[in-house]
């Protein structure tokens, strides 16, 4: 099971952490992500984190937002830096497993206002 955590409203330019809480240990994952639904488009990835500590961001997020684990909390965050009006969405913290099975958390908004 996942938690997400952490959104709310922000302005412009603000900065956000959300996080993902895993009832089970996440070194049992091989890919862990976040990603992102805004009214009326697809879900999006924005960011992933490999076991390896490897990672991967959409475009329009590079250099603003920052991916990262805590694998002895079994926790999963999301920095996000210089938030932008197109950054709402309903966040989601995703991982799959060495299956190929994924799981997803219930999601938490980010509101950004211009």
């Known amino acids: 099971q996942l938690q997400a955590s952490g959104g709310g409203l922000v302005q412009a330019g603000g900065s956000l952490r959300l996080s993902c809480a895993s009832s089970?240990?996440?070194?049992?994952?091989?890919?862990l992500g976040w990603y992102r639904q805004a009214p009326g488009k697809q879900r999006e990835m924005v960011a992933s984190?490999?076991?390896?500590?490897?990672?991967n961001y959409g475009d329009s997020v590079k250099g603003r937002f920052t991916i990262s684990k805590d694998d002895a909390k079994n926790m999963l965050y999301l920095e996000m830096n210089d938030l932008k009006a197109e950054d709402t969405a309903v966040y989601y913290c995703n991982v799959r497993n060495y299956g190929g099975f994924d799981f997803w958390g219930q999601g938490t908004l980010v509101t950004v206002s211009s």
């Open positions: 089970g240990a996440i070194f049992q994952f091989r890919i």
């Open positions: 984190i490999m076991t390896n500590d490897d990672t």
